[in-house]
């Protein structure tokens, strides 16, 4: 009786040890794969590039030159001011055709 009890707890150890071995190895392989990201490199190490084309930087200057050349004094304007919302805004949406069947039924 006593062999068997030493044995059976024996046993026990070994699958206790074995299950968290187990799970070790299983949380590594999930956090490597799934949710471990390689941090960027650091400022001195990465390349300089230019992100932006000469075309896209042009459009900018252009925007820019041409919101300097706004005149303001029709948004400051006393009669701009004094406009009033007419209905309900946002306005609603018009349902046309039929309800989407695959749209599922649940969330916002």
């Known amino acids: 009786m006593l062999i068997e009890r030493q044995v059976s707890r024996k046993k026990q150890t ?5 299950i968290v ?8 392989l999930l956090y ?4 471990y990201t390689k941090s960027a490199p650091r400022a001195e190490e990465a390349p300089v590039v230019s ?11 252009a ?4 919101a300097e050349g706004i005149d303001r004094s029709i948004i400051e304007s006393e009669e701009f001011r004094s406009l009033q919302k007419y209905g309900t805004w ?6 046309t055709g039929r309800v989407n069947p695959f749209i599922p039924t649940f969330g916002p």
């Open 14 to 18: 070994i699958m206790l040890i074995a």
């Open 21 to 28: 071995l187990t799970n070790s190895v299983g949380g590594y």
């Open 32 to 35: 490597k794969n799934f949710f």
């Open 51 to 61: 992100v932006i084309s000469p075309k896209v930087s042009e459009a900018l200057a």
């Open 63 to 66: 925007i820019e030159t041409l």
């Open 90 to 95: 946002p306005l609603g949406e018009a349902r």
